[in-house]
């Protein structure tokens, strides 16, 4: 017999993978095991999945462990992305926990010759009227069938009667990161091998001359007694040693000891944004097309970009990897082990069922780092060298050369403005390479594959769409009643280095230019920029924050343009669906800009772990204020040539503004993940509160001391 | 040559050329995995350890200039089990995402505590200057470290050892 087709409306990953057991096992030392294919990164999902299992389940948190990223005994939810996790895998772990709790109870009845509803559930225990029946999870586990499919029919709990969800509970992850061994790098079994590559420079280079005599003695300078292995697959080196400092050794003197052929060359303009604008792409038309024409006296046209920003994780990506008898296992800190398992099986010609991949903790990656690529790394020396561990570690310049970068943009706005100066039409045009190149969604390999004898064939990119949120798209449609509006994507086919998702995706340059320009034309208008926003704004969710934030950090008392001192305001609801923040920017701006306080009201309907929700939100805005002010991927000839911190600075604690936040009582509405919600109005609160303090509005990313100079010289 | 130098507490003697880094004695010999590599450059404070008690890189200390002194790691502050008073502070604060940073910030922090147990919020900023945090967790651990030395100082006021 087959199963009834589950309900569309269940999520996708209890769509993908229906098997409870999946999802849940009940275990002998009186745990309840629940799995999740989405992985802690940092951001506390694990903690927050135990939450939303527990309270389900009524058991305490401490008997449930959470098994993240396990292609062997874990449920395929692809990656851990777009702030997603709460309300795809929590959404899914909900339903599966409150079904399984069904069946207990189903059967616990039976067992006890009782009515169900005469029985509850009190710390994984069932109770008949308030009396113990010595029956609890782990007695009646064995006689039901978590081989079932979900039907996601079972009744779940309302918000009221959640005991754990809504409060804040510590993060299980962080005592062992706070005391020694917690990641993915600190795994080193008995035997293994250190590993480093030399990476090709680029897609198409050909390895002319490769000096191994060279190298060799470079290597082992330092450690006469150590041993080399230089590994080559085409144009893949790694250089593997038990010594760990012999296989960097190698790594470090490679480069001068070999001849590429083919390698592209890039100039420093190619890292600007501008440079986009004109260069071939793909063009697309979104909304209401086409576009009026509206009188040039109330038509404004204004341009924002922001450049290419790394990912820049603390930790250089690591992966460890063992082959056996023609099977692999790898351990990575990737955000998807499934999708890692399929695309390491394809790259090897290996059947899927012959790989396992293993989440282990990195350090935050926020979006698509190196984590992936540094698995295919491994997975290639230990085919060479099997029947031992494999840790490769990539280079700190290695990690900021190669990464995938997030993607610059350009951003033209072209608003047409009513009698009353208020948008009565806006088109948002936009010019960026793809957000989005994740190895196996179709958009993009595992770096090394284009280093192999037959590389994969060049994709033709393409951004998310518009239905999953897009990507340089992401946001470019105002949160302000706007009676047509409309986007022209330009999507830049050659870009001078590799995108892939990055924390917001195109949300950050979006919302910076749209808040910039809504503040021009409160300007424009002679009003207040928050009266402005609320005589063109109707969402009541929206209002409340922006009305909240601005009373909260003395908007009313806010002085003159022009004086050094400057208050600006930021609002989005992350991808026009999930999570609203709004934010207020106090700054001082003499030769830099200096974020002296920041307050943000965030609404992400139920929050699971507040506590999490805000060190989430909090993160959010200092990686906006970093990029904000500082950050700027640099190009040379060679490519990528910010590759340490002192070309690659980011915000230091000297740096920090003083942040306050505040999460609105939003339980009456599904919850929504807070990972991404705070980038874009930050970045729009800095932006605005500058232009206050200066009496004139910077359009371009980073507001470096040079930008605020070259701005202040054109008065 | 054998070099001998104390970790934690505990007499060791390696066997290793003495241009290796602490950084990989610490790790791959002995097995204190809390101490991590970030950058190698001295930019980034992931790896800071206490040598005789001032925070040092050890990702660029050679393990020549080594023989003979104490080295303390996040090890020998306390485990997950029984945490040192400043472990134990971010705990309460929940000061961090990812962690990656943590070890090397709460190390420096020990060394500022120990030298200044009532430091203002300039000085623990310019203590912590040196430790890059990706996560933004900067405000928390600031918070923790304020917090630490309040319970030190109350432990110090009791008779405690912390």
């Known amino acids: 017999m087959t199963a009834p087709p589950l309900p569309a409306s269940l999520p996708a990953s209890l769509v993908d993978n229906p098997r409870l057991d999946r999802w849940i096992r009940f275990l002998p030392d009186r745990t309840v095991r629940i799995a999740t294919g989405k992985v802690e990164m940092g951001q506390g999902i694990v903690t927050a999945i135990g939450q939303i299992a527990a309270d389900e389940l009524d058991v305490p948190l401490d008997r449930v462990a959470v098994l993240s990223g396990d292609t062997a005994e874990g449920p395929d939810e692809l990656y851990t992305t777009s702030s997603l996790s709460i309300e795809v895998s929590g959404a899914s772990v909900r339903l599966v926990c409150a079904e399984v709790r069904a069946k207990a109870l189903d059967r616990a009845a039976l067992r006890l010759n009782c009515s169900r509803d005469d029985l509850a559930v009190i710390d994984g225990g069932f109770v008949q009227n308030g009396t113990p029946t010595g029956q609890d999870y782990w007695t009646i586990a064995g006689e039901i069938d978590l081989g079932q499919p979900a039907t996601g029919a079972a009744p779940m709990k309302s918000a009221a009667e959640y005991r754990i969800v809504g409060r804040p509970v510590p993060r299980l992850d962080l005592p062992a990161k706070l005391s020694g061994s917690a990641f993915v790098h600190d795994r080193l079994p008995a035997d293994v091998l250190h590993a480093r590559t030399l990476r090709q420079p680029c897609r198409g280079a050909e390895l002319t001359v490769l000096d191994e005599a060279a190298i060799r003695r470079a290597a082992l300078r330092q450690h006469a007694a150590g041993e080399l292995q230089i590994v080559r697959d085409a144009n893949f080196v790694a250089f593997a040693s038990p010594v760990e400092s012999v296989a960097e050794a190698a790594a470090a003197a490679a480069p001068s000891h070999a001849t590429w052929a083919g390698v592209r060359r890039l100039a420093p303009v190619q890292q600007e944004a501008a440079w986009l604008q004109g260069q071939p792409s793909d063009d697309r038309r979104i909304g209401a097309w086409p576009a009026p024409a509206s009188p040039p006296e109330r038509l404004v046209q204004a341009s924002f970009s922001r450049p290419y920003i790394a990912h820049a994780s603390m930790a250089p990506s690591c992966a460890l990897a063992r082959f056996d008898d023609g099977r692999l296992t790898v351990l990575s800190h990737g955000q998807g082990m499934h999708p890692l398992r399929r695309n390491l099986a394809e790259a090897l010609g290996l059947p899927v069922e012959a790989v396992t991949a293993r989440h282990l903790h990195g350090a935050g990656c926020y979006g698509h780092n190196g984590a992936d690529d540094a698995a295919l790394d491994a997975a290639l020396v230990a085919r060479r060298l099997p029947g031992r561990w494999i840790r490769l570690q990539w280079r700190r310049e290695e990690e900021f050369g190669y990464e995938p970068v997030g993607a610059a943009m350009l951003v033209t706005l072209h608003v047409g403005l009513n009698e009353r100066g208020r948008p009565a039409d806006w088109t948002t045009e936009i010019w960026s390479p793809t957000h989005v190149q994740r190895p196996g969604s179709g958009s993009g390999h595992l770096l090394a594959t284009e280093a192999l004898a037959e590389p994969p064939p060049e994709i033709a990119p393409f951004d998310p769409p518009e239905a999953r949120g897009g990507g340089g798209t992401r946001n470019a449609v105002p949160l302000y009643d706007v009676p047509a509006h409309r986007i022209l994507h330009h999507l830049v086919l050659r870009p001078p280095v590799r995108t892939s998702a990055l924390r917001g995706l195109g949300a950050l340059p979006n919302v910076f230019a749209i808040e910039s320009l809504i503040d021009d034309l409160a300007e424009r208008a002679g009003e207040d920029p928050v009266a402005y926003r609320l005589s063109i704004l109707s969402d009541p969710r929206a209002r409340h924050l922006v009305q909240r934030v601005a009373d909260w950090a003395g908007w009313a008392a806010r002085g003159p343009s022009g004086t050094g001192q400057g208050l600006g305001l930021g609002i989005a609801r992350y991808k026009n669906r999930s999570a609203y923040a709004a934010v207020v920017a106090a700054v001082t701006v003499r030769q830099e800009v200096k974020v002296d306080r920041i307050w943000c009201v965030a609404d992400a309907g139920l929050v699971i772990n507040p506590d999490g929700a805000r060190n989430q939100l909090e993160g959010g805005i200092v990686q906006a204020v970093s990029w904000t002010l500082k950050e700027q991927v640099r190009l040379d000839e060679q490519g990528i040539a910010s590759r340490d911190w002192q070309s690659y600075p980011i915000l230091r604690f000297s740096e920090v503004p003083e942040i306050e936040v505040e999460l609105v009582d939003g339980a009456a509405n599904p919850p929504l993940g807070v990972g991404e919600c705070t980038v874009g109005p930050t970045a729009a609160a800095i932006g605005n509160a500058v232009s206050h303090a200066l009496g004139m509005r910077i359009h371009d990313m980073p507001l470096t001391r040079e930008r605020i100079a070259a701005a202040l010289l054109k008065v | ?162």
């Open chain 2, 1 to 162: 040559m054998a070099i001998a130098f104390t970790v934690n507490g505990e007499p060791h003697s390696v066997e290793v050329p003495s241009t290796l880094s602490l950084l990989e004695i610490l790790r791959n010999h002995l097995g204190l995995t809390g101490t991590r590599y970030g950058c190698g450059l001295e930019q980034c404070g992931c790896c800071t350890v206490l040598i005789d008690d001032q925070p040092a890189y050890a990702c660029s200390r050679e393990m020549g200039t080594v023989a003979g002194r104490a080295v303390t790691t996040i090890e020998g502050l306390g485990s997950a089990a029984q945490p040192h008073p400043i472990q134990q502070a971010f705990l309460d604060e929940q000061a961090g995402q990812c962690g990656y940073c943590l070890s090397g910030i709460v190390i420096s922090a020990k060394a500022l505590l120990d030298r200044n147990p009532d430091p203002g919020r300039d000085e623990i900023v310019a203590a912590l200057d040196r430790h890059l945090c990706r996560c933004g967790a900067h405000q928390r651990i600031l918070r923790a470290v304020e917090r630490a030395a309040t319970a030190l100082r109350a432990a110090g006021a009791a008779g405690r050892k912390p």
